[in-house]
């Protein structure tokens, strides 16, 4: 079985930056932001060696262009794998609700 390499993009980095300082500051629980850091993380790390779990991106932005996305509690994450390179490349990470 291969192994993939997991690379976020700076974007994401910046998503799971914003994530936890929302969460952190509205619900006053700097814990409850790193668990839900750690399960988003845990899922990114996932994909290592069953890329293809997520399923093709058919509709939204990134729609029918070769993206996959994975659900993790109430968020998104949009990644395209590299099959030259054996890379996943996580995308963005966004709050399912919101219209991307």
């Known amino acids: 079985m291969d192994k993939y390499k997991v690379k976020l993009l700076s974007a ?3 998503n ?3 994530i936890y300082a ?3 500051t509205q619900f006053h629980s700097e814990q409850t932001a790193q668990n839900l850091i750690d399960k988003l993380e845990e899922a990114f790390l996932s994909l ?3 890329p293809q779990r997520g ?3 058919l509709a939204g932005a990134y729609a029918n262009k070769g993206y996959r996305q994975l659900f993790v509690n109430n968020f998104t994450v949009i990644y395209r794998i590299d099959e ?3 890379q996943v ?3 963005i990470v966004r709050y399912s609700k919101s219209e991307f």
Do not use: P, S, W
């Open 22 to 24: 929302y969460i952190a």
């Open 84 to 86: 030259v390179k054996k």
């Open 48 to 50: 290592e060696f069953m």
């Open 12 to 14: 994401a980095y910046r």
């Open 55 to 57: 399923a093709r991106r």
């Open 16 to 18: 799971l930056d914003d």
């Open 89 to 91: 490349i996580i995308v």
